[in-house]
């Protein structure tokens, strides 16, 4: 069974760093696009930053310059989010996100879209 599998989180200082990491347990998956999305307390899910599979990327203005996506070469199913000068009240819960096509045999291949479990990220002095 394909899935998503996130570590990193953790409690970090106003203007600190921190990185997350996300990576596709499970064979035979190639992604079109890889996310992180972010829920603070008592807010909807927003999209922080994209990967997609030819490396381009995009963020939310309110990351841009601070935040990194990136994959990892030796381990193309594995992205990271790099998060620098943490803001405070930042607190959130990030989660990894994908939507991609999981080869069944020689024939079919699925389409899947699977969502990471979450890590907390807490901001504070």
């Known amino acids: 069974q394909v899935r998503l599998v996130e570590s990193g989180g953790g409690l970090v200082q106003p203007g600190g760093s921190l990185r997350l990491s996300c990576a596709v347990s499970?064979?035979?998956?190639?992604?079109?696009?890889m996310d992180w999305y972010r829920q603070a307390p008592g807010k909807q899910r927003d999209l922080v930053a994209t990967?997609?599979?030819?490396?381009?990327?995009?963020y939310a203005d309110s990351v841009k310059g601070r935040f990194t996506i990136s994959r990892d070469n030796a381990k193309t199913n594995t992205v990271y989010l790099q998060m620098n000068s943490l803001k405070p009240g930042g607190t959130a819960v990030y989660y990894c996100h994908t939507e991609g096509l999981e080869a069944v045999d020689n024939y079919t291949n699925k389409y899947l879209e699977l969502w990471g479990q979450g890590t907390l990220i807490t901001v504070s002095s």
């Open positions: 990967i997609l599979h030819n490396n381009s990327t995009n």
């Open positions: 499970g064979s035979n998956f190639t992604y079109y696009n």
